[in-house]
């Protein structure tokens, strides 16, 4: 469900890495893969027999799918197949939206200050109506204006690309060509079938509000690999 298009198209042809393969063999109690067929009923194989095996739901079953880290470390991995939409679709990580909006935080507080800075030098307008004075204060006062409105332009800039990396919750966004088929491809991954009309527009729906289409295409994919059906048919 989580491996890259070049991994998943090996799968079918090469039994070597995979579970029902040579891979199924020694290291069983390891804190491997082979620790996850354990919780899921895989016996230790310790007696000739396979009364070892076991198809009742345990609550160990539930924490892995829903938190455990090999689990969610599988979800994000480098090289799999949602780092693969990441580089297709050129979105940053949770890192570097981090990282950015960091920078623009920087940013905006050394605006303000430099903005706090430029009040507290206001030009004065003279008292006395000299022409000398007033043609000096003119001058000052359009330094100051020009000054103050790169300042309040550059305010608006970098607020403006922050909230684009940390959008409001609920927010919609306008989903890009191609996302029924990211929708499509989330399911037969995890239940072997297409979305129904209503799941479709579910699923719209959420990728809409969720920061970018990846993101919402990773919280699809763990929802559905937490579903009964998924469960029961895998």
């Known amino acids: 469900a989580t491996g890259s298009s070049e991994r998943v198209e090996e799968f079918a042809n090469n039994m070597d890495t995979r579970m029902i393969g040579n891979s199924s063999v020694g290291n069983y109690r ?12 895989k016996p230790q194989r310790e007696n000739n027999c396979d009364c070892e095996r076991t198809v009742d739901p345990t609550l160990l079953q539930t924490l892995y799918t829903r938190n455990d880290p090999e689990m969610l470390t599988q979800l994000s991995a480098r090289g799999g197949w949602l780092d693969e939409l990441r580089r297709e679709h050129e979105i940053l990580s949770a890192d570097d939206n981090h990282r950015q909006i960091t920078r623009y935080q920087k940013n905006i507080k050394t ?4 903005l706090a800075q430029l009040q507290a030098t206001l030009p004065k307008k003279p008292v006395d109506g000299e022409p000398g004075a007033l043609k000096e204060y003119e001058a000052r006062i359009q330094v100051y204006k020009k000054q103050k409105m790169k300042i309040d332009n550059a305010l608006r800039e970098y607020t403006e690309k922050m909230a684009e990396l940390r959008p409001q919750p609920g927010a919609m966004r306008e989903l890009p060509e191609g996302t029924e088929a990211l929708i499509t491809e989330t399911f037969l991954r995890t239940v072997s079938r297409y979305p129904t009309h209503k799941e479709m527009e579910m699923a719209r729906t959420d990728l809409s509000k969720a920061p970018n289409v990846v993101a919402g295409v990773q919280e699809l994919l763990l929802a559905l690999l937490n579903t009964k059906e998924f469960m029961v048919n895998h």
């Open 111 to 114: 605006a303000r200050k430099r």
């Open 30 to 41: 390891g804190r491997s893969a082979n620790y996850m067929l354990g919780i899921f009923g």
